[in-house]
């Protein structure tokens, strides 16, 4: 590795610190503060780590896409699932984000870091699908755990949880959602909150 | 996947959410808090992915390595670098901790995970080499990115900083050593600080 390559490097790996001040929406488990993503991405990895076992996938592609996925949220900030968005702003915030970020890497590596980001943003293949359904299920964990975190907050309905995490996390594994939407009935039924 | 092993899958990921409020002494590069378990973990995997690229090692295997290598500390804390442990003690807390945390998985998979977790700690393999030369680089660079960090607050001499970093940085990488002890050099010079 020549020395200016080692700088390039250091200097993507020393700006990449900031994801750990970017807070997200859900709780941690305990429910003393919310979920930064730099921590998010790690648990994410674990899921694949653990969850992709009898999954047809590439553990390892998995586990990259999602250690790189949130990067742009450095620059682009966190848009929350339960929230209205601009998304053709979104996107182009993300565009921009991700060629400043990964730019700083050397060349090579940037456009390696920006396919890997362009792949876990089109979900087109089965390591990006599965990711996709991590990314849903984790935050979905989070809220089951803590009295419905973020729907609670959001007066969000058992119908609206369906909507809005089903889709993502059945295209990446069937199994996977019939078992989130049996601790979401438990959620909502222990709750009684609207359905 | 049995509806009983997902079960017991999502036990275990909702467990090592705690890895999130293990506070280490090190702080983000910002100095806005002291960074955690769980964030480190994630920066570490981005520093294999990155910097593993001219290395004879297997990226995707020290980046499992770098997952899992502090998970014992949920239940055993973190011993840091710049202060005395009973060494004996430590692998002891360790050890139990594997035993429960890695235990709440399947079987098979609680044998998987001790086992990445035994090989990083051995340090054998070329991958467990490197997976010790980043959990040493990633502290080292955030200390030259503030001041000196943990060195400043605990009066760290550069001669220290050689004995305690030295070593397992340049085993895995003798190029990334030699990167580091230029950026060591160049913060004692700035800082005045004794060497």
Redesign the interface.
Known sequence: ?S?A???E??G???E??????VVRQSP???R?RR??S??H???L???A???S??EAVDT?HV??LL??HDIVEIDAGDAPIHGNHDSQAVEARENAAAERLFGL?PDD?AATFAGLWREFEAAETPEARFAKTLDRL?PL??NT?TDGGTWTENRVTEREVHERYGPTIERGSP??WR?AKALVRRHFADSGAQR
Chains 1, 2 share one sequence.
Request: no cysteine; aromatic share 6%.
């Open positions: 590795m020395e390559r080692i700088a490097q250091l993507f790996l020393a990449i610190d900031a994801l750990k001040s941690l488990a305990d003393s979920e930064n730099a921590e991405s790690w648990h990895a674990m899921f780590l653990v969850l076992d009898d390892a586990i990259k250690l790189v890497l590596q984790q964990l989070l755990l199994a996977l078992h």
